[in-house]
């Protein structure tokens, strides 16, 4: 008989313990993004709900704001860092293959061999990582799990592209996932269509952008953030109505039970036909900060989150649906309780 390996147990249920985030310091109008791209205020307030955005400047990386978000994360949760055993920062533009960011990240802030990784799933990283740190929690193999969104994207996007320049910015979110009596995170709707990989996409590999060096040499183009936002959006508004349902479903829980709806900001229209279709209580808040923040990919549900709730339009243990929706094209549910903040 061959010997039998032991098993951990974790938490019964989990919950997100604080949230803390990190916006960059300068605010960018819709006329300073419109002329390279002979647009408009009114053109990109029509198509988008977006007002301001933030754009990090070269001191805001990758690292510094997570590190912010996070300190402020660990303090609205109520414990120390060395409370904290893993790591999972979603990303798309820490634009080094390896190391991932999280490593320095945990470091900086202080952990003592704390277990920390990256994950990519583009604009649906942030709901993915709380899927894996809940059940890392819940199976014992972690007691505390921080979670990071962070992108600067503006490190990515060409300025003179009409489809992605008035949309991305940047930003960090951050939460402390931990054990909780009664449960704060229901189980995730997650998946991916790969047939849809084209609609937003690196435009070329650095392969490709290594060989035109080779025989452009300095006339090379450097690889870019391309989409195809028509066949986004249609995905979007057609594809997501059964995985917010499921979600909810799943949660136990009905629409009428939703306090809050916090949607990847990823334009105000289709945030508005999610909504609708879903047939929300009327009291149920919507979140909305794509008008003052654009879309910060992973980093979007966290900043919309602590949006909301300095806003006074939700308050802590309210319920509120998370939906997130990128390049993959990947998605990923979950129905939570809303955390402290700071």
């Not at 605010?27 to 419109?34: H, I, K, P, Q, R």
């Not at 802030?109 to 604009?123: E, H, K, Q, Y």
């Not at 992108?151 to 054990?179: C, H, Q, W």
């Not at 917010?244 to 939703?258: F, K, P, V």
């Amino acid at each position: 008989m061959s010997a039998r390996i032991a098993q951990t147990t974790g938490a019964e249920h989990t919950a997100i313990l604080g949230l803390g985030v990190y916006r960059p310091a300068r605010v960018v109008t819709n006329e300073e993004v419109a002329g390279p791209i002979n647009s408009s205020d009114e053109w990109i307030r029509t198509r988008s709900g977006i007002k301001t955005r933030r754009f990090a400047d070269d001191t805001e990386t990758i690292q510094s704001m997570s590190v912010a978000a996070a300190r402020d994360a660990i303090e609205a949760a109520e414990i120390e860092v060395d409370q904290v055993d893993c790591v999972i920062v979603a990303t798309s533009t820490h634009l080094l293959l390896t190391p991932a960011a999280a490593p320095r990240i945990a470091t900086e802030l202080g952990m003592n061999g704390a277990a920390a990784f990256d994950i990519s799933a583009g604009c649906a990283g942030f709901c993915h990582a709380l899927a894996l740190a809940s059940d890392l929690v819940r199976c014992g193999t972690a007691k505390n799990v921080l979670v990071i969104g962070v992108e600067k994207l503006t490190d990515t996007i060409n300025p003179t592209d009409r489809s992605t320049a008035f949309l991305f910015a940047d930003g960090a979110g951050a939460v402390v996932v931990g054990p909780a009596e009664e449960p704060g995170i229901g189980p995730t709707v997650w998946g991916s269509d790969g047939t849809q990989h084209h609609a937003i996409r690196q435009d070329k590999n650095w392969v490709e952008f290594f060989t035109e060096i080779e025989e452009k040499g300095l006339d090379a183009v450097r690889p870019y953030l391309a989409m195809e936002g028509t066949a986004v959006f249609r995905w979007a508004a057609h594809s997501l109505e059964k995985v917010c349902r499921d979600a909810i479903d799943r949660a136990g829980l009905s629409t009428e039970d939703m306090e809050a709806m916090i949607p990847h900001q990823a334009n105000g229209r289709i945030i508005e036909i999610m909504a609708r279709v879903l047939k929300l209580p009327e009291n149920c808040a919507l979140a909305n900060d794509i008008e003052e923040t654009g879309n910060t990919s992973a980093a979007s549900i966290p900043l919309a989150m602590e949006a909301m709730l300095r806003k006074g339009e939700a308050k802590p243990g309210a319920t509120a649906l998370l939906i997130a929706f990128g390049a993959g094209l990947s998605y990923a549910a979950q129905v939570v309780t809303l955390p402290n903040w700071k």
